[in-house]
């Protein structure tokens, strides 16, 4: 399996990746234009595992300010694994990569908000050094710089 971060050159494997992923039926011209545009936003990472050349996860985080200080975190907004290769270490190389990232650009947290009731979600970052917060029905998961600083050397 290998991990990418794509790039605005990546358009069409991306374009063709997140209609695989989630089941779209979106005209593939259309989709392209809209993959180079979002991959153009250095604030939107695209990170997409691969068995082969066929996608098999996505993650999608956004790069956000912080007002209070001069500082970035990351949103882990959505991740994704296709059922064929669930359990098997694709979402937990999908968030390390996303760690690396992080430790690379001195993101001071990365975040993301999941339902109590996604357990493989809750399992997933809990098992990748996250710290759970929250007593709802939504709950945050949240990378700490401590956290993050292990991938500083990668």
């Known amino acids: 399996m ?7 050159d990546d358009a069409d494997f991306a374009g063709h990746a997140i209609r695989k992923l989630k089941g ?6 259309q989709d392209v234009e809209h993959m180079r545009r979002l991959l153009e936003n250095e604030a939107n990472l695209l990170v997409v595992a691969r068995d082969g050349h066929e996608p098999v996860g996505f993650a999608l985080a956004y790069v956000m300010d912080r007002i209070d200080r001069d500082e970035i975190m990351l949103c882990l907004y959505e991740i994704s694994v296709a059922p064929s290769h669930q359990r098997r270490g ?13 430790a690379q650009h001195q993101v001071m947290k990365m975040w993301v908000l999941t339902d109590r009731a996604n357990i493989a979600a809750i399992r997933l970052y809990s098992a990748s050094g996250a710290e759970e917060g929250g007593a709802g029905a939504e709950v945050s998961f949240v990378w700490n710089r401590q ?7 990668g």
Do not use: F, M, N, Y
């Open 2 to 8: 290998q991990v990418d971060h794509l790039t605005p």
């Open 90 to 102: 694709v979402g937990s190389a999908l968030v390390e990569h996303l760690k690396v990232w992080c």
């Open 24 to 29: 779209l039926d979106i005209d593939p011209p």
């Open 147 to 153: 956290t993050l600083a292990t991938h500083r050397e």
